[in-house]
């Protein structure tokens, strides 16, 4: 668990369920004799080549405060910087536990909120990411959301997402499978755009057609009639709708039961972290999943211990500890989950106890074959001549570098040329 130096607003793209149905020209409906093409669970399960770990991308919008999330409490800089935000030190005895960071290495800590996380880290399966982020130096929400998840940082003719672009340049781990990506979300966020068969769908255990439940027969019925025969783009879309339809109906999310005795709190988020290890180990063919965590523009009052970071940071936890226990309790399929932020905050804090839109942030990693147990970092201080722009952690670590190596080792996807366009990793070692 050693801690390692080396050298030195709404971004969603809507599209509900009914838009894409008429986006793709076809009307979704189940037949009452489903059609041979269903690629149906117990069939997918055959077909799961069990060589690739599904991705699971989680976007903390709003800008997380990497130095509340994991405060440097070995550099003197962080207090001199945050007389009133900074966490206190894990040996500080005087202060109470509650408020004091948690001890990773002797120089990082955790926040206390954090503390569902530790058994992942300890097992060495969570790995921590330290002054990390995207080249582009905006300190504008929607233009960091947007160049973060198209995968390349100040080219604004990007339309598509690197996770959208992962799942395009290569060939479905389930074959015929309907659904590849999932958005636990209204719309499809901008990192999926791209993807074949990837759909927003905030609650997959109630996804079907739309109106009155007592007509629902003779409207499948009809669409099948009018679509089941179209060759064509119009009916190739309707199939993959009529199969995902009935794919998820056939999960049962409402009566999943969690595995090693975890526990989802009743948050969205939580939910849709108990959503995705569902799909995962139905094994359906879902190859990447993108769930949001919003509320971090924490400009006043953050509150590290007791504020609006705290109860984010807790309900990231919560979340992510159930989703670690559920997914690693017995024999589960593999998962390689990223967490990350548009960017940090400043390290200065402002006069209202919060902190203003900055540079270098934190991502953490998580997943069986994840290299963990660790701080992943080229710290480059809190010094003054060190700070970006003379205020901002500086980010010397690309966070594309994370990425790529994640896509490349655990996805098993070699074109990292058109993943991350006109980029060149360096791989850092988050897996073997």
Excluded at 29 to 46: D, G, K, M, N, Q
Excluded at 53 to 80: K, N, Q, T, W
Excluded at 172 to 191: S, T
Excluded at 279 to 302: N, S, Y
Aim: with cysteine; hydrophobic share 45%.
């Amino acid at each position: 668990m050693k801690h390692e130096h080396q050298a030195g607003c709404d971004e969603y793209v809507s599209l509900s369920r009914r838009g894409f149905l008429g986006v793709t020209g076809a009307a979704a409906a189940a037949a009452v004799a489903l059609p041979a093409w269903l690629p149906r669970v117990s069939v997918a399960r055959a077909y799961r080549s069990g060589t690739r770990d599904v991705m699971v991308s989680i976007f903390l919008r709003g800008g997380a405060d990497a130095l509340s999330l994991v405060p440097p409490f070995g550099e003197a800089a962080y207090y001199a910087n945050r007389s009133s935000t900074a966490l206190a030190r894990p040996d500080q005895t005087s202060i109470p536990v509650a408020q004091r960071a948690i001890n990773l290495d002797g120089f990082f800590g955790l926040a206390p909120a954090l503390a569902p996380l530790l058994p992942a880290y300890q097992d060495g399966k969570l790995l921590i990411v330290h002054a990390t982020g995207s080249t582009d130096p905006t300190r504008s929400h929607f233009d960091a959301q947007r160049f973060m998840e198209s995968g390349k940082p100040s080219d604004r003719t990007v339309s598509t997402g690197w996770l959208g672009r992962h799942l395009a340049s290569t060939l479905p781990g389930v074959p015929g499978a309907p659904l590849r990506g999932l958005a636990l979300l209204p719309g499809l966020p901008r990192q999926m755009l791209g993807a074949p068969q990837a759909l927003p769908i905030p609650d997959p255990a109630n996804f079907r057609l739309q109106g009155n439940l007592s007509s629902a027969s003779e409207r499948e019925n009809m669409l099948t009639t009018r679509y089941g025969s179209d060759q064509g783009a119009i009916g190739v879309s309707a199939e993959n709708s009529l199969a995902t339809i009935d794919l998820l109906a056939q999960i049962g999310f409402t009566g999943y039961a969690p595995a090693g005795n975890a526990i989802y709190p009743a948050t969205p988020f939580a939910q849709s972290l108990r959503a995705a290890a569902a799909l995962i180990k139905a094994q359906v063919g879902v190859e990447a999943i993108a769930i949001d965590l919003d509320g971090w523009d924490t400009h006043a009052r953050q509150g590290a211990t007791d504020g609006p970071i705290a109860v984010l940071a807790a309900a990231l936890a919560a979340g992510l500890g159930a989703f670690y226990r559920d997914m690693t309790a017995g024999v589960a399929p593999s998962f390689a989950l990223a967490v990350m932020s548009e960017f940090g905050r400043r390290v200065v804090e402002n006069g209202v106890q919060g902190t203003d839109h900055g540079r270098g942030g934190a991502m953490f990693l998580m997943g069986p074959a994840i290299t963990g147990g660790r701080v992943l970092t080229q710290w480059p201080t809190l010094a003054p001549a060190a700070l970006y722009d003379g205020q901002d952690l500086a980010v010397t670590i690309d966070y594309r570098d994370i990425l790529a190596e994640v896509v490349s080792k655990r996805l098993g996807n070699p074109n990292l040329a058109e993943v991350f366009p006109g980029f060149s990793p360096t791989f850092r070692g988050v897996t073997p």
